[in-house]
């Protein structure tokens, strides 16, 4: 499941900073073009000129101090080109753009968090294949692992923007020094740590899959991620399109193996009670445990580094950090899972192609990047533009070439099965039901 949240904290002096900056290089930008349109400031933006007037509608979920620092991020663009972005963030985005769409009130553009909605919509004819110069820069700046998600039937429709690195386990480095507890790099020794961490009367692991009507998905994470590293990605690409069985002999292996874990009243849930309590403790509250030696690690996204508290220090140093969750069967590369959204266009007005194309560029990624809180798999994002130590790690996953990417695996399923019975499963499996059943049972949901 794509999840993205943001420190509100961090949103509204960033967009000061950020609107006081673009206002400067790029005057106030009041109407259409400011009058540095042409300047030195603005060179960057040469090849998008022609379209001084035009309007572009964008649709999206991100919204509230997130989405003023969207508007920042594109304002030079706006002020150079002429071009004005008209963005309308929605929190019921996911469920009201099919409706959109389907009444003939499409925005030009969209960020799409899940391939199977993008797949949805270019099945039913509704998207624009991207243009020439859209494609150029796209397959230049993204890494064919990303292309191929916003693909369908051959035909580019996507364009990887945002990212957030899942394979991570987050842990509070003063605690492990105080230890004496090393970062594992392996998944051996990861267990062997949690062992160690068991025995010293701490709970090593600390989870909680309850998130409303999503409750469960943060389980759905943990299998997938298990599944890349003891499977690898070509199983885990037939598992996630039913090539093989939901329950395949190779996927209730892994679910096992992730049992191992999620499943030992020894390693769980620290801070909360036993493995059961997983089911009813919050997704955001599920990691705070490691800031406060109740529990030692918490497997979860880039993005929980928002869930903790103001005045938490998120660096390798600091009250909490995260490592990356090691491979198992490193024959089988660095694997990593994570999530992220797609512009797609439903019109493909050359203003609109214009927009789409700025925003896979690098005059664009490092706009957005210098304002905080956010990453890409874009390789032409420069990480020194990176502040956050979390987000830098995650850039540095996301660009290691020895890196072997997969999407997650609910948001390329059937909403059925992947915002479904999945999710529901893994609560069943928590509290007790054994593996075959509840593979057994997705699959049968699987039409």
């Not at 796209?138 to 990887?160: C, H, I, S």
């Not at 885990?236 to 992730?258: C, E, K, L, S």
Request: proline letters at 5%; charged letters at 20%; glycine letters at 10%.
């Amino acid at each position: 499941m794509a999840v993205f949240t943001r420190p509100r904290q961090a949103f509204v002096i960033a967009g000061v900073l950020g609107l006081a900056l673009s206002a400067t290089a790029c005057g106030t930008g009041d109407d259409k073009k400011s009058n540095n349109a042409g300047s030195a400031e603005c060179a960057a933006y040469d090849k998008y000129e022609g379209h001084d007037g035009k309007k572009v509608s964008i649709y999206a979920s991100i919204r509230d101090a997130e989405a003023d620092l969207l508007r920042t991020s594109w304002k030079a663009f706006e002020d150079c080109t002429g071009i004005e972005i008209d963005y309308e963030g929605n929190a019921e985005f996911e469920a009201q753009l099919p409706v959109r769409v389907d009444g003939g009130n499409a925005p030009d553009l969209a960020f799409v968090p899940q391939p199977g909605l993008v797949k949805r919509f270019a099945d039913a004819g509704k998207l624009k294949s991207l243009g020439a110069d859209t494609k150029t820069m796209a397959e230049q700046n993204l890494p064919a692992d990303w292309l191929k998600y916003g693909t369908v039937n051959g035909t580019l429709y996507g364009v990887p923007l945002g990212a957030n690195v899942k394979s991570f386990v987050w842990y509070s480095p003063k605690l492990f020094k105080e230890k004496g507890w090393t970062v594992p790099t392996s998944w051996d020794d990861l267990i062997k740590l949690s062992d160690t961490i068991a025995a010293s009367g701490i709970k090593p692991w600390c989870a909680g899959i309850e998130s409303g009507d999503a409750t469960g998905w943060p389980a759905t994470d943990w299998i997938e991620d298990v599944i890349l590293r003891t499977q690898g990605p070509e199983v885990y690409d037939q598992w996630t399109t039913h090539a093989i069985p939901f329950n395949d002999p190779r996927i209730v292996d892994a679910v096992n193996r992730a049992g191992t874990i999620l499943k030992n009243e020894k390693y769980m849930n620290g801070g909360f009670g036993g493995v059961k309590s997983i089911g009813t403790t919050a997704f955001g509250e599920a990691g705070l445990p490691v800031t406060t030696g109740k529990c030692a690690m918490h497997r979860q996204a880039s993005f929980y580094a928002n869930q903790f508290p103001e005045g938490t220090k998120v660096a390798e140093d600091g009250d909490a950090f995260a490592f990356y969750f090691p491979a198992i069967d490193t024959a089988k590369g660095k694997p990593v899972l994570g999530a992220g959204e797609f512009v797609v266009g439903y019109t493909d007005r050359p203003e609109v192609q214009a927009v789409q194309t700025y925003l896979a560029s690098s005059e664009y990624v490092n706009s957005r990047a210098k304002l905080g809180n956010w990453v890409t798999a874009n390789n032409k994002l420069d990480i020194a533009n990176v502040a956050s130590p979390i987000d830098k790690l995650s850039v540095q996953i996301l660009q290691d070439k020895s890196g072997v990417f997969r999407f997650d695996g609910s948001d390329l399923m059937p909403a059925a099965v992947g915002a479904g019975t999945f999710w529901k499963g893994m609560v069943e499996w928590i509290n007790g039901k054994d593996t075959a059943s509840v593979l057994q049972g997705i699959e049968s949901s699987w039409k």
